[in-house]
């Protein structure tokens, strides 16, 4: 069954492709953003400003340039990916982005913590994706990295 974090994740998942559809290029560029936060994420440069940055540059880029006009099915398309990019970033964000603790017995990881506030923990430990994109994220280094999963210290 789906819980409160499932939903807010795949909104976040197909308002992204619905708007990037809609919008054209400015969401391909907002997908290429999110595409160079991953990559910058690489080198250590990572943070919720310098996502925002980005985020506001490429979307600025794209729609101060001169861009080739291009059919509305070609152009629908690749701002759907670019919003699909974003969806995706967005719900994984959600997903992964709860707090973890390191079990002393197993010497593992545990995904929610349980110091979180009970309906939080609920909602997460309930979902059928949460566990799943938290240990893809956390399995994939450079994910990790974007998400900003690696510098945290688990509780």
């Known amino acids: 069954m789906l819980t409160w974090v499932d939903l807010l ?5 197909s308002l992204g492709l619905a708007l990037g559809y809609r919008g054209g290029w400015p ?16 080198l250590g440069l990572a943070g919720p400003l310098l996502g925002l940055g980005l985020g506001l540059l490429t979307g600025l880029l ?17 701002g759907a990916l ?7 970033f967005l719900a994984l964000s959600l997903w992964a982005g709860y707090p973890f603790e390191r079990v002393a017995s197993t010497g593992g990881l545990r995904y929610p913590s349980v110091n979180l506030p009970t309906p939080i923990y609920q909602g997460v430990s ?25 510098g945290q210290h688990p509780r």
């Open 9 to 13: 994740a795949l909104f976040s998942l």
């Open 27 to 42: 969401w391909a560029f907002a997908g290429g953003g999110v595409v160079a936060y991953v990559l910058l994420a690489q």
């Open 62 to 78: 794209g729609k101060s340039l001169p861009l080739p006009q291009l059919s509305r099915r070609l152009e629908g398309g690749l």
């Open 82 to 88: 670019g919003g699909f990019l974003l969806g995706l």
């Open 126 to 150: 309930q979902s059928p994706f949460a566990r799943e994109a938290f240990r893809l994220a956390w399995q994939t280094p450079w994910l990790r990295k974007a998400l900003a999963l690696e």
